[in-house]
């Protein structure tokens, strides 16, 4: 099967915000919601996490009748759209996609928060995630990872590394490398990826920690060189690139999404909503849409936890590197 991009995929889902399927109600299916759901993006329309929500939210209508419509709520570092989910009545039919963010927001944005993560929030499954890998411009002297470090050392504060704003993925990751490995770049933080990728290309800053669907395309082009994936074992797209684990064990750093319910919603709903979600993640065709990303599909336990874990992670590295608005 040919694979697509992301926005290939879903560029016509992006025109219209009711998702199309079978009419079906699911108010005949106690489990389920009554028709129509609303998801929240808190997100604009057309990136890589509002397109494959679509994507997702179009499998499971298909699958059991439930009518959503996906709903951008950009803003606040997603605080917008998960305020309004908090906020909402607890009865399955308002959802939200979570990104890293709502672990970051606990310790960057805590004096901004309009909900309780605890309690506002009820987990539903974490479904998939993306490795970030190491990317850099040709210009800059280094064809290994290795390589790379040693000139970060011999060059404290000469390597530049963009990301798509403070408290991003990108910068977060870039700032547990420089924890890690003991060197120094300088951060530019840039108003999303899409107004960073021109200055990457062109060599005015020389680093990104970009998601692996992200470099695979740069890649692709030749115009950047990957050097690293940093999750904790190497990726299967790209097996002859090392893991940074390999040469600072423990090193282990992903974006990941998953959906999330205000935090009274009935353990059963959610727990139904759960296997939907995750049955609709790992179908072939979602798969194949979903370049660059490894499908999970957690329990709402597990995706619990995993939240907790991950605003511990969060933390130390904002609090090491001193990050603030």
Not at 14 to 38: N, Q, V
Request: with cysteine; net charge positive; charged share 20%.
């Amino acid at each position: 099967m040919q694979r697509r991009t992301l926005l290939q995929a879903a560029t016509a889902a992006c025109a219209a915000p009711m998702l199309s399927g079978r009419t079906a109600l699911a108010a005949a299916d106690p489990g389920l919601p009554e028709s129509p759901a609303t998801m929240i993006v808190p997100f604009t329309a057309g990136g890589s996490t509002d397109t494959s929500t679509r994507a997702i939210m179009r499998k499971v209508q298909e699958n059991t009748g439930l009518n959503i419509i996906v709903e951008n709520k950009p803003g606040g570092g997603t605080m917008i759209g998960t305020s309004q989910l908090a906020r909402a009545t607890p009865n399955g039919r308002t959802l939200a996609l979570a990104t890293n963010n709502l672990a970051v927001n606990e310790t960057l944005n805590k004096d901004k928060l309009r909900y309780k993560l605890d309690t506002d929030i009820a987990p539903i499954s974490m479904t998939h995630r993306t490795a970030h890998t190491l990317l850099v411009h040709p210009s800059l002297p280094a064809k290994t990872f290795a390589e790379f470090i040693d000139y970060a050392k011999r060059n404290p504060g000469r390597i530049t590394f963009g990301s798509a704003g403070i408290g991003s993925t990108n910068h977060l990751c870039g700032e547990y490398l420089k924890a890690e490995a003991g060197i120094d770049m300088l951060h530019v933080p840039y108003q999303g990826i899409s107004a960073l990728m021109p200055d990457l290309y062109s060599g005015r800053v020389q680093v990104l920690f970009a998601s692996l669907a992200t470099a695979l395309e740069a890649v692709h082009d030749k115009r950047l060189r990957l050097l690293a994936v940093t999750t904790a074992k190497r990726q299967a797209q790209v097996p002859d690139v090392p893991a940074i684990a390999e040469f600072y064990p423990g090193f282990a750093f992903s974006s990941w999404i998953g959906y999330i319910a205000p935090g009274a919603t009935p353990r059963p709903l959610v727990e139904r909503l759960s296997v939907e979600l995750n049955k609709a993640v790992r179908s072939p065709d979602i798969q194949d849409q979903l370049i660059g990303f490894e499908p999970m599909g957690t329990t709402p336990d597990e995706f619990r936890a995993f939240l907790k874990e991950q605003v511990a992670i969060s933390a130390r590295i904002i609090q090491t590197a001193n990050i603030h608005l």
